[in-house]
């Protein structure tokens, strides 16, 4: 196949604008029992050609019973109470 019909088969990153992050949704860091972790940026850094790069979690909560969500909703208020090094932060 000659190389300029290769590059035409390619397909664009999927790239989607959260607040002032872009999450790459194709580049899949791990699955786990509510959803993914995606590799993200934040837009500034991303057009500043900076590799700082951070992970998003993305939700299926439409798969989610009540009890699930109010179980990651409390996850997430206690984990905004911990202020560690050794401590992920979100955001």
């Known amino acids: 196949m000659p190389e300029n019909q290769a590059k035409k088969k390619r397909k664009a990153p999927s790239i989607r604008k959260v607040t002032d992050y872009l999450v790459y949704v194709e580049e899949v860091l791990g699955i786990g029992q509510y959803g993914k972790v995606c590799k993200a940026q934040k837009q500034e850094d991303a057009k500043a050609k900076l590799d700082k790069i ?38």
Do not use: T
Not at 61 to 80: A, F, G, P, W
């Open 54 to 91: 951070l992970a998003c979690k993305i939700i299926d909560i439409v798969s989610i019973s009540q009890e699930d969500m109010e179980c990651i909703e409390k996850e997430v208020r206690l984990h905004n109470l911990i202020q560690s090094i050794h401590s992920v932060r979100l955001y």
